[in-house]
C-alpha cells in the first residue's frame, strides 16, 4: 500500500498546479526620528538538530503531551526554502533514480538535524470555523487537494527579503517600488479517510481551541520529498510592488493527524 502511494505522491508533485495568492500590501508609516535605544542582540541561528532533538520519542500515543515541546518545524522548512532559492535538487545524467533518491532525501534530513521524522505542528486557527448560532465547529485542515487522495496542508507562509528601488516605465515616469518574496510552504501527503472534523464546543472552549490549539501531523518523508513554484509579478506605476512567489510541498506519509489544545486531545483526522 506504501509504495502505490509513493507513486501517486510522486505524480501529483510534478503535476501539482496551484493559484497564487496575493501578497500582503505594506502600510506606508509616517516617517518620524527614533529615540536612541540599545541595539537588540542579533538572534541565535536555528540549529537543525534542536528541532530533530525536540521531535525524537514523539508518536501517535503521546503526541498530545509533547505537541508543546516540539521546535516549530516551520523554522526547518524556512532552511529548506533558502537552500533551494531556484527550484529543489534535479537528478544528474550519470545518477540512477534511486540514488538521487536517496541524495535528496540525505539532504533534506540534514536540514532537519539528522532525522526524516516529520512532526509539525501547525496553528489551526486558518482551519477552523465556529458557527455561534448552532455551537457547532468545523475544522478543515485541506488547503488543496491534488488528487482525490492527495492533499496539501499549508504548514506557514511568510515575507523575506523586502528592499526598494526606483522603477520606471516606457513613457519615463517612476516610482519607488517594493520587492520582497512571498513564500508558502506547504505539506504534501495522502489522505485515505475523512479530513473534516465536526463537533458542538461551547463558545469559551472553541474560543480557546481557534486561539491556543494546533494540528500536529506525525510522519516521516516521503518520496519524491519535494516539489517548487516560482512566479513573480511585475510592479506597475499604479501597484509599485515587485513580488517573487515561491511555493514549496514537501512529501510525507502521515501515521496520524491530530488536533491538540494545551496538552489534551481534542479529535484525530483521518488521513
Same mark, same amino acid.
Given at each position: +500500500?506504501?509504495?502505490?502511494?509513493? /507513486? !501517486?505522491?510522486?505524480?501529483s508533485?510534478?503535476? /501539482?498546479?496551484? &493559484?497564487?495568492?496575493?501578497?500582503?500590501?505594506?502600510?506606508?508609516t509616517?516617517?518620524r526620528?527614533?529615540?536612541?535605544?540599545?541595539?537588540?542582540?542579533?538572534?541565535?541561528?536555528?540549529?537543525?538538530?534542536?528541532?530533530?532533538?525536540?521531535?525524537?520519542?514523539?508518536?501517535?500515543?503521546n503526541v498530545?503531551a509533547?505537541?508543546?515541546? /516540539?521546535?516549530?518545524?516551520?523554522?526547518? @522548512?524556512?532552511?529548506i526554502?533558502?537552500?533551494?532559492?531556484?527550484?529543489?535538487?534535479?537528478?544528474?545524467?550519470?545518477?540512477?533514480?534511486?540514488?538521487?533518491? =536517496?541524495?535528496?532525501?540525505?539532504? @533534506?534530513?540534514?536540514?532537519?538535524? &539528522?532525522?526524516?521524522?516529520? /512532526?509539525?505542528?501547525?496553528?489551526?486557527?486558518? +482551519?477552523?470555523?465556529?458557527?455561534?448560532?448552532?455551537?457547532?465547529?468545523?475544522?478543515?485542515?485541506?488547503?488543496?487537494?491534488?488528487?482525490?487522495?492527495?492533499?496539501?496542508?499549508? !504548514?506557514?507562509?511568510?515575507?523575506?527579503?523586502?528592499?526598494?528601488?526606483?522603477?520606471?516605465?516606457?513613457? #519615463?515616469?517612476?516610482?519607488? *517600488?517594493?520587492?520582497?518574496?512571498?513564500t508558502?510552504?506547504? +505539506?504534501?501527503?495522502?489522505?485515505? &479517510? $475523512?479530513?473534516?472534523?465536526?463537533?458542538?464546543?461551547?463558545?469559551?472552549?472553541?474560543?480557546?481551541?481557534?486561539?491556543? &490549539?494546533? @494540528? *500536529?501531523?506525525? #510522519?516521516?518523508?516521503?518520496?519524491?520529498?519535494?516539489?517548487?513554484?516560482? =512566479?513573480? #509579478?511585475?510592479?506597475?506605476?499604479?501597484?509599485?510592488?515587485?513580488?517573487?512567489?515561491?511555493?514549496?510541498?514537501?512529501g510525507m506519509?502521515? =501515521?496520524c493527524?491530530? *488536533?491538540?489544545? $494545551?496538552g $489534551?486531545?481534542?479529535?484525530?483526522? #483521518?488521513?
Amino acid at each position: +500500500m506504501l509504495r502505490t502511494f509513493k /507513486v !501517486a505522491i510522486a505524480v501529483s508533485l510534478v503535476a /501539482v498546479a496551484t &493559484g497564487l495568492t496575493a501578497a500582503p500590501q505594506k502600510r506606508a508609516t509616517a516617517r518620524r526620528s527614533a529615540p536612541a535605544r540599545a541595539v537588540a542582540p542579533t538572534p541565535r541561528p536555528f540549529d537543525p538538530k534542536t528541532y530533530a532533538a525536540s521531535v525524537e520519542g514523539v508518536d501517535c500515543t503521546n503526541v498530545a503531551a509533547r505537541a508543546k515541546s /516540539v521546535v516549530p518545524i516551520e523554522k526547518a @522548512l524556512h532552511g529548506i526554502a533558502s537552500s533551494y532559492p531556484w527550484g529543489p535538487p534535479t537528478k544528474g545524467e550519470f545518477e540512477s533514480t534511486t540514488a538521487f533518491d =536517496q541524495r535528496v532525501h540525505d539532504e @533534506l534530513s540534514a536540514k532537519l538535524g &539528522g532525522t526524516d521524522r516529520i /512532526v509539525a505542528v501547525i496553528p489551526i486557527r486558518d +482551519m477552523m470555523k465556529y458557527d455561534a448560532d448552532t455551537s457547532r465547529l468545523t475544522i478543515n485542515p485541506v488547503d488543496k487537494r491534488i488528487k482525490e487522495n492527495v492533499i496539501t496542508v499549508k !504548514a506557514y507562509s511568510d515575507i523575506d527579503g523586502e528592499s526598494t528601488y526606483i522603477g520606471s516605465n516606457a513613457y #519615463g515616469a517612476s516610482t519607488e *517600488v517594493s520587492r520582497h518574496t512571498f513564500t508558502q510552504f506547504y +505539506m504534501l501527503l495522502p489522505a485515505r &479517510g $475523512q479530513t473534516v472534523i465536526t463537533s458542538t464546543m461551547a463558545p469559551d472552549a472553541a474560543r480557546s481551541l481557534k486561539e491556543n &490549539g494546533s @494540528l *500536529v501531523l506525525v #510522519g516521516s518523508l516521503l518520496s519524491p520529498y519535494i516539489a517548487y513554484e516560482r =512566479q513573480r #509579478g511585475r510592479p506597475t506605476i499604479s501597484d509599485p510592488n515587485d513580488v517573487t512567489y515561491l511555493q514549496f510541498y514537501l512529501g510525507m506519509i502521515a =501515521q496520524c493527524a491530530v *488536533v491538540v489544545n $494545551q496538552g $489534551q486531545e481534542i479529535g484525530r483526522i #483521518g488521513l
